[in-house]
């Protein structure tokens, strides 16, 4: 194949050459994902506490998952049971080893203390 050959997806063989003799081609396919797109996400106000599985995104191709994290260039997903606190994440979608940009994502985490409230006379 041309290295300026645009591969498709597709079945195609390789094989090797060493002196002049050529092995018997083995088949593979390949699989193109052409320019992920990022997702689609909203601020997310979460009530008292919440984990990285309390969040949602749009937009994701047929058989792609959602990576979030918390920086724009961690390396590693966090994991769905990491708790939340209030800030910026980041969420891409990957499929098959392919990722696409990430979107930012504000997250508010808001408290849910019960008021202190004192004791009182009504008089009527």
């Known amino acids: 194949i041309s290295s300026s050959l645009i591969v498709t997806t597709g ?3 390789v094989s090797q050459i060493i002196n002049s003799c050529e092995s018997v081609r083995s088949q593979i396919q390949i699989a193109v994902y052409a320019g992920l ?3 689609g996400a909203n601020t997310h106000n979460i009530c008292g506490s919440g984990t990285v599985a309390d969040l949602t995104a ?9 990576n979030w994290y918390n920086s724009a260039t961690s390396t590693t997903p966090l994991a769905l049971t990491a708790a939340l606190t209030s800030g910026v994440y980041y969420v891409s979608q990957s499929i098959e080893g392919c990722e ?9 985490i808001i408290n849910q203390t019960a008021p202190v409230v004192n004791a009182f006379v009504l008089c009527g």
């Open 11 to 13: 079945t195609y063989y």
């Open 100 to 108: 696409s940009p990430r979107r930012s994502v504000t997250v508010k």
């Open 37 to 39: 797109e990022k997702p």
């Open 58 to 66: 749009t937009g994701a191709v047929a058989g792609a998952v959602y």
